[in-house]
């Protein structure tokens, strides 16, 4: 039987970030790979106006886990934000389990957004979260920067 493996790199940006009137964008990265070989790959993303650097990172994510078709195969999802990696990983279970609130009992910040990564996350039969360092070697981390950079300047 051949192994197949799907991964995902994504990443989001926000010119702005915090300023009323700002630009933002997402992107993501899929490699479909069968026993070592790359077989396809897909590079898409999206721009946004009035938006801000957390959403567009878990925008990334999200839309990359909605790009693959089969849930049953391996997937590893490389992250260079903390605020996701964190937050799928670690955060998200204790917010589940305390009705979506935070340690000072507030709502969590883009909770509808979270529960969405969490709901796509569950699809999957065998997922793993990577965290990679940002504006580094990662040369796939490097071109879903690089391309929702682009989208940016497009807007």
Known sequence: MSEQLIKLWSDGGCRGNGKEENIGAYAFY?????????????????????????????????????????????V????????????????????????????????????DLWMELDYETSKFLEIEFKKVKGHSNDTNNNKVDSWLNSIMDRI
Request: glycine share 8%.
């Open 30 to 74: 899929l490699e479909y790979w069968v026993d070592e070989t790359l077989m396809h790959f897909k590079l898409d993303g999206e721009g946004s106006y009035n938006t801000t650097n957390n959403i567009e990172e878990l925008k990334g994510c999200i839309e990359g886990l909605k790009a693959i078709k089969n849930k049953d195969i391996r």
């Open 76 to 111: 590893e999802v490389y992250l260079d934000s903390a605020y996701v990696m964190n937050g799928i990983t670690q955060w998200i279970h204790g917010w589940k389990k305390n009705g979506w609130k935070n340690s000072k009992k507030e709502d969590v910040k883009n909770k």
